[in-house]
């Protein structure tokens, strides 16, 4: 141990046999009136590759075997995840959190596109607003008793997905790739 240690590794530069790598935590948790026991990522590296259809399909698919479902749409700047069930109502909130809008068939949902008065208006915002907005539909929103989440999200390993793997303890990831379309 050095001589000066004051016993905190993270400002310390020395090379000791007692140092104690202190990870940082970034976990968020949950709003206090949500029970939500599952939680799948749906990921892909470039853009345009299916996720939503197969986040959407996922849901659907537990669903339709009595699992209570929800999907988190965390692609703020393409939300397809409204259109695809085709909601057209707005998410309500009162001083307590915000409520997701259920599907026809009772699926959860929360998506940029259930907040915005427009649905076609342009999300222009920088990387961490955008994140900062994606831990809120985890920590703001009321995610009454689900089974699963499904979260949808952007391409590549941005801010969003970064941010969801630091803040939400995800218990899988669904990675979806498709082959290039076009050939020679
Ligand atoms: N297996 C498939 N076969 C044929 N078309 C598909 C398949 N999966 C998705 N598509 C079509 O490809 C397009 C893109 O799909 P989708 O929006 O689900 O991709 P995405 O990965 O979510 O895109 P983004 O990265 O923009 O969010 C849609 O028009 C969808 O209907
Ligand atoms: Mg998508």
């Known amino acids: 141990m050095s001589e000066q240690c004051n016993q905190s590794c993270n400002t310390c530069q020395e090379a000791c046999s007692e140092r104690k790598e202190e990870k940082p935590d ?10 939500i026991k599952k939680v799948i990522g749906v990921i892909s590296g470039k853009g345009g590759v299916g996720k939503s259809l197969v986040t959407s399909m996922l849901a659907v698919s537990m669903n339709r075997e009595g699992h209570r479902t929800a999907i988190l749409d965390a692609d703020l ?10 909601i057209k109502e707005k998410a309500q909130a009162n001083e307590i959190g915000l409520f997701p809008v259920k599907s026809k068939t009772g699926i959860e949902i929360m998506s940029i596109n259930l907040l915005l008065e427009n649905d076609t208006d342009p999300v222009i915002w920088r990387g961490p607003l955008i994140a900062g907005t994606v831990k809120q ?12 989440m499904f979260i949808d999200m952007p391409p590549g390993t941005g801010d969003v997905p970064l941010t969801v793997f630091q803040s939400i303890k995800v218990d899988g990831i669904v990675i979806v790739t498709s082959p290039r379309s076009w050939s020679r």
């Open 137 to 148: 539909f985890w920590t703001d929103v009321i995610w009454q008793d689900i089974d699963y």
């Open 77 to 86: 700047t393409g939300p397809s995840i409204p259109k695809m069930f085709g």
């Open 26 to 35: 970034f976990s968020a948790a949950p709003h206090e009136l949500s029970h």
